[in-house]
């Protein structure tokens, strides 16, 4: 059974940088493409960023590209989520999924597509 941990968050100053960790245990990473999600209080949650099970294929939210950059190292099996530039409205628990997927296809957007998820990690952007 795949065991999802996010880390890495906390409070930040508005311009400020966190970089999230999503480790895996109990399987091997290199099968799932990985998704960060985010939910802020009163809102829906929202899609973040995205990568293949390779690492070969990557996918970003327009509210955060430029600004954010997904990585994984699949021998550690740990996704990354650098987050630079952070807004107030950046604002969130994040969460890691994963979903099972061939290397050569691209990452899902959805959630309902990822089976698998992390008890997520506080994020807040305040002065």
């Known amino acids: 059974q795949l065991q999802l941990v996010e880390s890495g968050g906390g409070l930040v100053q508005p311009g400020g940088s966190l970089r999230l960790s999503c480790a895996a245990s109990?399987?091997?990473?290199?099968?799932?493409?990985i998704g960060w999600f985010r939910q802020a209080p009163g809102k829906e949650r929202e899609g973040v960023s995205w990568?293949?099970?390779?690492?070969?294929?990557?996918d970003y939210a327009d509210s955060v590209k430029a600004r954010f950059d997904i990585s994984r190292e699949n021998a550690r099996n740990t996704v990354w989520l650098q987050m630079n530039s952070l807004k107030p409205e950046d604002t969130a628990v994040y969460y890691c999924?994963?979903?099972?997927?061939?290397?050569?296809?691209?990452?899902?957007?959805?959630?309902?597509?990822?089976?698998?998820w992390g008890q997520g990690t506080q994020v807040t952007v305040s002065s």
């Open positions: 109990g399987v091997a990473l290199e099968h799932y493409a």
């Open positions: 999924a994963a979903t099972r997927r061939d290397p050569w296809l691209y990452p899902p957007r959805a959630s309902y597509e990822y089976n698998y």
């Open positions: 990568i293949s099970s390779s690492g070969g294929s990557t």
